[in-house]
């Protein structure tokens, strides 16, 4: 027989592939072993390429079908001795992170394999049988020698593929830590900073500097990718253990949907990105409108959940507050973005899509305050065809246009004969429900021979301040005028009260030669659309722009987005304070005011509330804001509810009063709301029920230089739900079990009057002593059995709280 060579390459035609003998020493004389295992497994250095799976890797996957390759040493080696020594130690790594890591490793169990240091001597369970192969290289046969499988197998397998875990795993992990915890660092670093290119892009868009908006994205982008690849390089196999653990797992879970966020928030601005960035030059319409944000809507949707599954604790603490700033005005972005998704195809129908719609367009002024926001001075019938304005007719005389038109003759509300005799068109806007005055507005604009409109738009001056501020400065050299944010109001209400010509009679005729100007420039530039939307959402909440649409689906959509200025139903408590400024000219514009309401729950649960209001005339060397401000007040409050008392209310010359003539005729509408009028003859101060509440009314003069308080004390026609504090065994064992929650609630719906500008409002609600509260909406203030919430009325404000006895 002829002498082998040593490892031998060796092609096998049946099996494919190439095979290194291995000697393995059973005796101490030297010889070739007949077993020969298959050695492939090649070790790589580490490397930021693309994970590639590594032989460890393979073996966790699936350990019996890499069993075959597994790599024995040429000799075995007798096991070496270890001395310890155990002397004081310092805490090892190990325990730095014990705590972090903790899961334990799997236990094993399965036959050890037998080494006999002094002779060498392995012993495998494995048999062998001769095989015959060809050299291909020399065309000399062999016989070599292969394992032949016995039936235990897999068990000797197990014990070596376990024994290998046990020493590689803990190293493994170690490794897979430590890399989580740079990437981590890096991850923190890289999304913070992106988020703040996000933050700025955003801001850049909504000012429309594109290209600073495009940077800022890109730079997000490229910021994101970069901490999401910090991520990517950690070893899928250990990072889905490293899931187990609760520190490390929170971590990655953190850091992975920060990342998402990021990523999905900047995905989901592009679009807006592109519509503007469109080269081509025709105007952006409301369908392309729809169609971004029918595309950003989702994404926007899956940011709140990234953002909503991120514990602000995984960031640092000097990014966790920005982190939930930024987080809350991504909800109520991703709100607004749902609510507009949700009316595209009504608004597509309200702009006139396939049909032309008409619209009257009231403009209020605000320095001279109405119930639905201010005096209307001027009003424009406005005609809309596929979302763009073919008509816009703003009579040149204004409101008073109507006046010698109008064959209705009905009698106003008492209050407005301190002007007028006759219900007039300007002065339609009475009631503080929007809907009933919009409805009662069109009826006063056919009687006086208007056409029948489709709806109402209704703004006052600070939507014309934030256009102005859009577009810029605007020229108007036929009036030698310069119109800017900071004077448009003071110069327009010079020009129709003073300085129009008196000949020709058009005081508002500089409303019709501004108005063109105003929408060329505002669409002649797409950077203008996003803080035009902006704009108009702000003010629609602050209902200085309101809605109604004679389409019932359209304007119960409106209702439901809080845009239609209604007066709102609710069981708890509710106050609405409204001015209307009848005779005191435009002294509203300096009128400081100040709302102090307070509930007082008694033992029995009765509520009283007292409603102090203070208002300040600080004077004002303006012409039209120096003038006596005569303010006719009303108190909306829930139904039922009983006056107490009523203080600190004075009332305006009665020989100011215009007579009516006998053939007037009561108006219907008026007499269907203003139901049970009554008037206390102490105070003067008349209750009515209106819009499904009690009303308590007065008057409140103020002249320049002069603050004046006046103060209402009511009963509320509820009770609060009075806690048990009976101590028997039922009541003991239901409280017990939670069956019988001892809870009670009170609430507070303050609606803010449309127009009004950041008045000041506080509330302060006391309990009896032996009640706890558990729970608000919203931060208040809290000593003993008083909360106080003190704010400006910018938007509707609510309040709720939960006690138990």
């Known amino acids: 027989m002829p002498r082998r060579e040593k490892n031998p390459e060796i092609q096998s035609r049946d099996l494919g592939f190439t095979h290194k003998f291995i000697p393995i020493f059973f005796n101490q004389e030297e010889k070739n072993s007949p077993y020969v295992l298959d050695l492939?497994?090649?070790?790589?250095?580490?490397?930021?390429?693309?994970w590639q799976p590594t032989q460890l890797d393979k073996i966790l996957s699936n350990p019996l079908a890499e069993i075959d390759k597994i790599k024995i040493p040429e000799k075995f080696s007798p096991t070496p001795k270890i001395k310890l020594d155990f002397k004081p130690f310092a805490e090892s790594r190990w325990q730095k992170i014990k705590d972090e890591l903790s899961f334990s490793w799997p236990h094993f169990s399965a036959p050890a394999l037998k080494i006999q240091?002094?002779?060498?001597?392995?012993?495998?369970?494995?048999?062998?049988?001769?095989?015959?192969?060809?050299?291909?290289?020399?065309?000399?046969?062999?016989?070599?020698?292969?394992?032949?499988?016995?039936?235990?197998?897999?068990?000797?397998?197990?014990?070596?593929?376990?024994?290998?875990?046990?020493?590689?795993?803990?190293?493994?992990?170690?490794?897979?830590?430590?890399?989580?915890?740079?990437?981590?660092?890096?991850?923190?670093?890289?999304?913070?900073?992106?988020?703040?290119?996000?933050?700025?892009?955003?801001?850049?868009?909504?000012?429309?500097?594109?290209?600073?908006?495009?940077?800022?994205?890109?730079?997000?982008?490229?910021?994101?990718?970069?901490?999401?690849?910090?991520?990517?390089?950690?070893n899928p196999v250990w990072r889905s253990l490293l899931y187990l653990t609760p520190k490390i797992g929170n971590k990655l879970k953190n850091g992975e949907e920060l990342m998402l966020a990021g990523t999905n928030l900047t995905m989901g601005s592009l679009p807006i990105l592109y519509l503007l960035n469109n080269k081509n030059n025709s105007p952006i319409s409301l369908q392309n409108i729809k169609e971004t944000l029918d595309k950003i809507a989702p994404r926007f949707a899956k940011t709140k959940q990234n953002l909503m599954a991120i514990d602000p604790d995984f960031l640092p603490e000097e990014n966790q507050t920005a982190f939930l700033k930024i987080r809350e005005a991504i909800f109520a972005l991703n709100n607004d973005l749902q609510k507009i998704s949700s009316l595209s195809n009504s608004l597509l129908a309200a702009a006139g899509t396939n049909t032309e719609k008409t619209y009257l367009l009231i403009f209020q002024n605000n320095n001279e305050i109405r119930p639905t926001g201010g005096f209307i001075g001027s009003f424009a019938e406005i005609k809309i065809k596929n979302g763009q304005i073919v008509k816009l007719d703003i009579p040149s005389q204004g409101s008073y246009a109507l006046q010698g038109n109008q064959v209705a003759e009905v009698l106003p509300p008492i209050p407005l004969q301190l002007l007028q005799p006759r219900w007039e068109f300007r002065d339609a806007n009475w009631f503080p429900d929007f809907p009933t005055s919009a409805k009662k507005l069109m009826w006063f604009y056919e009687k006086s021979g208007g056409p029948t409109v489709d709806g109402v738009i209704a703004l006052d001056t600070v939507p014309f301040i934030d256009l102005i501020k859009i577009i810029g400065a605007i020229e108007m050299p036929k009036y030698n005028l310069t119109i800017n944010p900071n004077n448009v109001i003071e110069t327009v209400q010079q020009q129709v009260e003073m300085d129009y010509d008196k000949e020709k009679n058009a005081p508002k005729e500089i409303l019709g030669d501004l108005a063109p100007l105003i929408l060329e420039k505002l669409f002649s530039d797409k950077n203008n659309l996003l803080p035009l939307l902006s704009s108009i959402n702000k003010n629609l909440a602050q209902k200085h722009i309101q809605f109604y649409f004679t389409n019932p689906v359209l304007e119960k959509e409106i209702l439901a987005q809080n845009w239609g200025g209604e007066i709102k139903t609710g069981t708890g408590d509710y106050l609405a304070v409204i001015s209307a400024n009848i005779g005191g000219d435009k002294s509203d514009k300096v009128i400081e005011q100040q709302v102090n309401h307070q509930s007082q729950i008694l033992e029995d649960g009765s509520i009283i509330d007292t409603v102090t209001i203070t208002r300040k005339h600080p004077g004002s060397e303006s012409f039209f804001s120096q003038s006596k401000n005569n303010d006719y007040l009303r108190f909306y409050v829930p139904a039922g509810s009983q006056l107490l008392s009523a203080e600190g209310f004075n009332w305006p010359d009665e020989s100011t009063y215009r007579i009516p003539e006998k053939w007037y005729k009561l108006d219907e509408d008026l007499q269907k709301i203003e139901q049970n009028k009554t008037v206390d003859i102490k105070t003067g101060t008349i209750t009515t029920q209106e819009f499904g509440k009690t009303v308590f009314a007065n008057w409140l003069v103020i002249k320049p230089l002069e603050t004046v308080t006046a103060k209402i004390i009511y009963l509320l026609p509820f009770k609060v739900k009075v806690p048990?504090?009976?101590?028997?065994?039922?009541?003991?064992?239901?409280?017990?079990?939670?069956?019988?929650?001892?809870?009670?609630?009170?609430?507070?719906?303050?609606?803010?009057?449309?127009?009004?500008?950041?008045?000041?409002?506080?509330?302060?609600?006391?309990?009896?002593?032996?009640?706890?509260?558990?729970?608000?909406?919203?931060?208040?203030?809290?000593?003993?059995?008083?909360?106080?919430?003190?704010?400006?009325?910018?938007?509707?404000?609510?309040?709720?709280?939960?006690?138990?006895?």
């Open 117 to 234: 240091p002094k002779k060498a001597k392995l012993i495998l369970p494995i048999a062998s049988s001769p095989v015959k192969l060809k050299n291909s290289k020399t065309s000399k046969n062999y016989k070599a020698y292969f394992p032949l499988v016995l039936p235990n197998w897999q068990k000797a397998a197990l014990s070596f593929t376990a024994m290998a875990l046990l020493f590689v795993l803990p190293v493994k992990a170690f490794s897979a830590y430590y890399q989580l915890r740079d990437s981590q660092e890096n991850i923190i670093t890289a999304g913070t900073e992106a988020f703040q290119d996000l933050k700025d892009g955003e801001t850049a868009l909504q000012n429309g500097n594109l290209p600073e908006a495009a940077s800022k994205l890109q730079s997000a982008l490229d910021s994101f990718a970069l901490a999401q690849n910090k991520l990517n390089e950690i």
């Open 724 to 805: 048990t504090t009976q101590k028997n065994l039922g009541t003991v064992l239901a409280n017990f079990f939670k069956q019988n929650k001892n809870y009670s609630s009170y609430s507070l719906l303050v609606q803010k009057q449309a127009g009004t500008n950041f008045d000041a409002f506080s509330t302060k609600i006391e309990w009896p002593k032996e009640w706890n509260i558990l729970w608000t909406n919203q931060e208040v203030s809290t000593e003993g059995n008083q909360a106080v919430l003190s704010t400006n009325l910018i938007e509707d404000n609510f309040l709720g709280l939960v006690f138990e006895n």
């Open 40 to 50: 492939p497994q090649k070790l790589t250095p580490p490397s930021s390429a693309p």
